[in-house]
């Protein structure tokens, strides 16, 4: 004999999709006390975990013409569970002793969606996994090696966007776009620890793989980041060095790479960047980036924007840091909106470190979320 079901099973069956439309039925029939009636659906989804179904649908009589109600017919988006799947988004890891779900498996877009639909009952679990995992603390920077003979864009998504700690500080960021009574959207803040990794992954890369002009643009880029605002890591101190170095030795005779590399050693010997020189805090020339327009040297100065010495600005791509000089080639994400480079160049093929930042960090690195084109809306 079996057991009788228990409470919970009873009120997850309830809440069923079929159980609620099966319902509104009889509470329609009742309102217009009409003995039979119809529901028509229109179209059903099923939300990016899994577990939530929303349907479309209209209730009508079945019965004789003489019940006329088209003056109240309107069409309901219907949600509820998938049958037999109450408990499904259980199932992808968001529990105190599980890994969190990383961002290539799942998106950004389907944890909000979920939190929206099942909310605290979703929500106090990812705050429970998140707040196991950041108790470990965050991920050390010395830890990330490149092994020879290493698929380098997998390298890149191992390291950046795999880790628990740096998906608790993507997800933590993501409950703050749920909306709330009288509260919008607020902006993600920029994490300096998802930051960090990622520039040790692009500079663990062996420099090989940096022959190309735009690899080494990005060599270069990335490295300057780490020694302008993350100097504080020995870790990105050793790896910028020796990406000027090898650039310093790689590139025509004309471009030189002094003043990096005198960066490097002042902020060494500083330790506090109180004692760095006032013009290097206020920025510097780059040595290998020059304005489209009227070729002059960029200026190193702020992350997010990008400024020659003749005053022409253009953005910065998020993950790159390279100036955005088309619009037309570049990508946003649909949740932080984070602006980035385009992965392919009509005519060009895209290769080495190039190809492994554009492969590997294919997902926000900032919050895990998809990038949309213009082409792909």
Same mark, same amino acid.
């Given at each position: ?48 975990? *899994? ?22 017919? &309107?069409?309901?988006?219907?949600? *509820? ?26 998106? @950004? ?118 020694? /302008? *605002? ?78 020659? @010495? ?17 619009? /037309?080639? @570049? &990508? ?33 690195? &900032?919050?895990?979320? &998809? ?7």
């Amino acid at each position: 004999m079996q057991d009788a079901p228990t409470e919970e099973l009873e009120k997850n069956v309830s809440l069923t999709w079929p159980a609620i439309l099966a319902e509104m039925k009889q509470d329609y029939m009742s309102e217009y006390d009409i003995p039979m009636a119809l529901v028509r659906s229109y179209g059903l989804a099923v939300s990016p975990l *899994g577990g939530i179904t929303a349907i479309a649908t209209s209730l009508h009589p079945k019965v004789s013409l003489e019940y006329t109600t088209a003056n109240t017919e &309107r069409t309901t988006i219907t949600f *509820g569970f998938a049958p037999g799947s109450s408990g499904c988004w259980r199932s992808f890891g968001f529990t105190p002793d599980g890994a969190l779900p990383n961002p290539i498996t799942t998106a @950004t877009e389907a944890v909000i969606l979920e939190s929206v639909a099942l909310g605290k009952a979703f929500t106090s679990r990812v705050h429970a996994a998140i707040s196991t995992v950041t108790a470990d603390g965050n991920p050390r920077l010395e830890g990330i090696t490149f092994n020879p003979g290493e698929d380098a864009e997998e390298f890149m998504a191992k390291h950046t966007l795999l880790p628990n700690p740096l998906n608790a500080l993507r997800y933590t960021a993501v409950l703050q776009r749920i909306p709330k009574p009288n509260r919008k959207y607020e902006l993600l803040p920029e994490n300096p620890h998802i930051t960090a990794a990622s520039i040790v992954s692009a500079l663990s890369v062996p420099h090989d793989l940096c022959i190309d002009a735009d690899s080494k643009r990005i060599l270069y880029s990335l490295a300057c980041v780490g020694i /302008m *605002g993350l100097y504080s890591s020995s870790t990105i101190l050793d790896l910028g060095e020796s990406a000027f170095t090898w650039l310093d030795a790689n590139t025509p005779a004309e471009i030189r790479f002094e003043l990096e590399l005198s960066i490097v050693a002042m902020r060494r010997r500083a330790g506090d960047s109180a004692e760095m020189p006032a013009n290097v805090e206020n920025g510097f020339v780059s040595s290998l980036e020059r304005c489209v327009i009227c070729a002059a040297g960029m200026v190193w100065r702020d992350l997010r924007i990008a400024e020659c @010495t003749a005053g022409h600005r253009f953005s910065r791509c998020a993950i790159t840091f390279l100036p955005i000089t088309d619009p /037309m080639t @570049t &990508r946003e994400c649909t949740v932080c909106a984070w602006t980035v480079l385009g992965a392919t160049v009509e005519d060009k093929e895209v290769v080495g470190l190039a190809k492994a930042v554009f492969g590997g960090w294919e997902v926000c690195l &900032r919050c895990g979320g &998809r990038y949309w084109t213009e082409e792909s809306s």
